[in-house]
Nanobody, 122 residues
Framework: QVQLVESGGGLVQPGGSLRLSCTASGFTSDYYAIGWFRQAPGKELEGVSCIHSNDNNTDYVDSVKGRFTISRDNAKNTVYLQMNSLKPEDTAVYYC???????????????WGKGTLVTVSS
């Protein structure tokens, strides 16, 4: 059974940085995509970033471009989201999600973690 576990959330001041991790287990495919999503209080789920397992393709929502960087360590089955220059509007529960067998990164991804809370506040 595929499981995703997020970590790295917490409280940070505006302008600060955090690195989120998403560790996946229970799968054997080399062909998958992992995405980061977030849901702010009272708002809908939003796609943040996505990365493929076997190429250098990445994608970001406009609001985080230049501030967030997604990366992966295939040996550790872990995807990271480095978040710099954080703003109060980045406050949300961040989820990672995974699809296996294709590179489709969207709200219909098959497997989801439980989320980690990021709070940006002074």
């Amino acid at each position: 059974q595929v499981q995703l576990v997020e970590s790295g959330g917490g409280l940070v001041q505006p302008g600060g940085s955090l690195r989120l991790s998403c560790t996946a287990s229970g799968f054997t495919s080399d062909y998958y995509a992992i995405g980061w999503f977030r849901q702010a209080p009272g708002k809908e789920l939003e796609g943040v970033s996505c990365i493929h397992s076997n190429d250098n393709n990445t994608d970001y929502v406009d609001s985080v471009k230049g501030r967030f960087t997604i990366s992966r360590d295939n040996a550790k089955n872990t995807v990271y989201l480095q978040m710099n220059s954080l703003k109060p509007e980045d406050t949300a529960v961040y989820y990672c999600a995974m699809t296996i067998g294709n590179y489709a990164c969207n709200y219909g991804m098959e497997y989801w973690g439980k989320g980690t809370l990021v709070t940006v506040s002074s």
